[in-house]
């Protein structure tokens, strides 16, 4: 992984920076994972797994219960191995203490990530200054769509936009990567 940059501001992140990150992560502990459908949590969880990573849900109200056919943890000390990236669901002010929770894994993740939202500066210096790259308000699965290709602002500003589909040439199945780009 990359080493954080002491002058990011966690205001914007270069996609470079981004798409990198989503290419090295491989296991990732999702702390606010919900078994509702309907809930944005169960999306990128679904989403992520779908792309090929390894994702454990933690949430203690769901613990030892499966979700998306993974075992859920109360807390991430209770992780059964280490991760790639702490993904964080919770509120501004909930992020604090997980993020001292994941500094206190052995071994630490590489990636403390904040879902859209979330932003806690006081944590995200603290995981910087131990090494660890911080994002923070940004969606994984809405930059892996974004960066992949699968979803596009184009159209949005233009006012013409289109629920058609790409003509795939050849038949099958198109799932875009970010590995492709």
């Keep these: ?11 914007r992140y ?7 990150l989503l290419r090295q992560v491989r296991r990732i502990a999702l702390v606010g994972a919900s078994a509702n459908p309907a809930r944005p949590s169960w999306i990128v969880t679904k989403y992520l797994l779908e792309r090929g990573y390894e994702v ?16 859920v943890v109360g807390r991430l000390s209770e992780l059964p191995h ?6 964080i669901f919770r509120n501004s002010e909930a992020a604090g203490p997980l993020v001292d929770e994941a500094l206190a ?24 200054a131990r090494g660890l790259t ?26 013409i936009l289109s629920a058609k589909r790409p003509k795939l040439a050849a ?11």
């Excluded at 992984?1 to 205001?11: G, N």
């Excluded at 270069?14 to 990198?20: E, G």
């Excluded at 993740?109 to 859209?116: E, K, S």
């Excluded at 892996?144 to 233009?158: A, D, F, P």
């Design 105 to 128: 894994l052995d071994p630490l993740p590489a990636v403390i990530w904040m879902q859209l939202g979330v932003r806690n500066d006081a944590a995200a210096a603290r995981a910087e």
């Design 1 to 11: 992984m990359r080493s954080p940059d002491p002058a990011m501001t966690h205001d």
């Design 171 to 181: 038949k099958g199945f198109q799932k875009l990567t970010i590995a492709e780009r």
């Design 14 to 20: 270069p996609d470079d920076l981004l798409r990198t």
């Design 56 to 71: 454990t849900p933690v949430n203690p109200g769901l613990a030892g219960q499966q979700l998306l056919g993974r075992t």
């Design 82 to 87: 280490p991760v790639d990236m702490v993904e």
């Design 134 to 159: 911080v994002i923070m308000d940004r969606c994984p699965k809405i930059e892996y769509g974004r960066l992949s290709g699968e979803i596009g602002w184009t159209g949005v500003n233009s006012r």
